[in-house]
């Protein structure tokens, strides 16, 4: 009974790490330190953003967080305010990837947004910029840390 016991708990073990070895496994992507960098560096360069994360929420769009000293932070645009339109387009029933997509038909990165707060509507006009050097470096960072993390670890040193 002992080694039944010490069997399934040495089973348990091995299931347990392995599990956490493809937990592990799965966060890092399958390029190179430098090739993810290159890449970033160019699918970021010269791209506007506005500077907000945003979540779907009871059939509709809400900002989740404003970044500091972003188009959007400038703006005066909240967290906890429900997008109700952007460009004319309606964001009622609307996905992230819907957002994402008017955003990227933006003429000149020019956004007209329309957000209700506190029970009132507020029209916002906002431009946003292009990702500054220090912001891709910053992304790359956090990619690296997460998806490379022995060479974030030697790049710190």
Not at 80 to 94: K, L, Q, Y
């Amino acid at each position: 009974m002992n080694s039944r016991i010490t069997r399934a708990i040495a089973v348990l073990a091995v299931a347990a790490a392995a599990s956490a070895m493809s937990a592990e496994e799965s966060k890092r992507c399958n390029s190179s330190a430098r090739e993810c960098e290159q890449q970033i560096r160019q699918m970021l360069t010269g791209r506007r953003y506005l500077g907000v994360q945003i979540i779907e929420h009871e059939g509709g769009l809400v900002i989740k967080n404003v970044v500091a000293d972003s188009p959007a932070s400038r703006a005066e645009l909240m967290e906890g305010d429900h997008i109700i339109a952007v460009n004319g387009r309606s964001m009622t029933a609307a996905a992230i990837r819907d957002f994402k997509q008017t955003l990227a038909e933006s003429k000149a990165g020019t956004l007209f947004i329309i957000v209700e707060r506190q029970g009132a509507l507020k029209k916002f006009d906002v431009r946003m910029e292009p990702y500054t050097k220090a912001q891709i470096d910053k992304i790359i960072a956090a990619h690296l840390a997460q998806s490379h993390p022995e060479v974030a670890a030697g790049s710190q040193r």
